[in-house]
Each structure stands twice: as structure tokens, then as C-alpha cells.
């Protein structure tokens, strides 16, 4: 839905969504990273390293509109971004980030809570100064009319996640229920739970930039610097 062409004639109503990624995306540039690693949860075939130039697209959506991540490069690699990774893809070139060389990730949602944070303590201890950006939703569970229909305990879930997100309270990250995450059709738990793996020393201080559920389904817009 951030994607206007994908949101079609619901595009204007996220208008206030995209303007936190935005700031978010101010944010990170702002740190100058010597790295950006981009995370975002991924089916079986997707999963893994994706390198700064890969190609992804939403035509699985009916769109005919291609994205890249970050500027090309010699060696795209042949895999095809995992849809998360396309709509960061198309943020990055919608911003003209040009701040620091990029690498996606795609994490398998499945992915149990410790080896999330395995994950984060290996990017945290790679060379340079490494800034995340990360990609998932909340429940897609907050309407009758929504993705995975209604489920009361979705509002309080997003609640939760709002409120660490916005903390950065990297303990109450990793204690997100990854089966009701599951449940609730929550696809950014296990790629938040790599964030903060990689935040574990970091002190970080967070920022709750926007938190709503158009059509039924938790959007977060938080910063940790």
C-alpha cells in the first residue's frame, strides 16, 4: 500500500505513512553510514543476500513497475527482490538515497527469535558503520475486512509492537510472540527481532514516527539512533 501505483485510488490515504518513511529514511542518512543493510521478511526462495543493484518488481500485484536497490551496479545478481525488499527499493529511489552502498536481506518469517538475534550480532559486528533499514508489517488482522479477517488480540499485538518499536526497547523486541505474530499475520516480527540483535549494545534511543491499520492491517514507522 505505500507503493501509490499498487495502492491505486487507496493512495492518497497512506500519504501520511509515506511521509514518515521519509523522515525515517532522513534519519539514517543523517547517521552516514558507511553501509546500509536492508531487511525484510522473505518467502523460501528469497531468502539471503541481495547485492546493491538487484531488480525486483510489482507485477505479482498487477503493476507493471520495476524497482532497483540502489544505484546499478556490474553484478545484480540474478534472484528477483522478495516483495518487502521491492517496496524498500522503491522508497530509496524515491528519496535518492545516495548516502552509502546498499545490501538487502531477506529474512525467512518462520525464523525462530534467537536465531533473529544471531543474525543481528553478525551484522552489528561487520566493519564500518552499518545502518538497518527494516521492512515488515504489524498484524493484517485489525477489520472484518482485512487481509486475515478480524482477531481481537491484533490491536493490542500492534499495540505492543508500536510502543517497543518506538523505544527501541530491544528486550521487549525479542520478546514478541513469534507464534501470534504468526497468527496475526504479522510479517516484520522476525526482521525486527534481527534489528535487535544487531542493537544489543548499542544504547539506542527510539522515535515513533506513525502508527495506524488502513484496511485492517498494522503499519509502524519508528527510527532507533
Given amino acids: 500500500m505505500l507503493v501509490p501505483e499498487v495502492a491505486a485510488g487507496a493512495a492518497p490515504e497512506m500519504d501520511a505513512a509515506r511521509a514518515a518513511c521519509t523522515d525515517a529514511l532522513g534519519v539514517l542518512a543523517a547517521a552516514r553510514p558507511d553501509l546500509l543493510v536492508v531487511l525484510g521478511p522473505a518467502e523460501q526462495s528469497r531468502r539471503g543476500s541481495f547485492p546493491q543493484g538487484a531488480r525486483g518488481s510489482f507485477r505479482g500485484f498487477g503493476v507493471d513497475l520495476d524497482v532497483r536497490l540502489g544505484p546499478a551496479t556490474d553484478t545484480p545478481g ?6 518487502s525488499l521491492a517496496v524498500a527499493a522503491w522508497l530509496l529511489e524515491r528519496t535518492g538515497w545516495s548516502d552509502a552502498p546498499i ?25 564500518g558503520r552499518t545502518a538497518v533499514l527494516v521492512m515488515g508489517d504489524a498484524s493484517a488482522c485489525r477489520t472484518l475486512k482485512a487481509p486475515g479477517y478480524l482477531d ?14 518506538g523505544a527501541a526497547d530491544v528486550a521487549g523486541v525479542k520478546a514478541l510472540d513469534a507464534e501470534l505474530a504468526y497468527e496475526l499475520k ?7 527481532q534481527v534489528l535487535a540483535g544487531a542493537a544489543e549494545d548499542a544504547n539506542l ?5 506513525y502508527e495506524a491499520a488502513p484496511y485492517g492491517v498494522g503499519y509502524v514507522v519508528a527510527t532507533w539512533s
Fill in 78 to 83: 540474478e534472484r528477483e527482490l522478495p516483495p
Fill in 103 to 127: 545490501e538487502g536481506l531477506g529474512v525467512g518469517e518462520p525464523l525462530a527469535p534467537e536465531r533473529c538475534a544471531d543474525a543481528g550480532r553478525e551484522l552489528a559486528v561487520r566493519a
Fill in 152 to 165: 481481537e488480540r491484533a490491536a493490542p499485538f500492534d499495540a505492543e509492537v508500536a510502543r517497543v518499536l
Fill in 186 to 192: 504479522a510479517s516484520g516480527r522476525a526482521p525486527w
Fill in 205 to 209: 534511543s527510539g522515535s515513533l514516527l
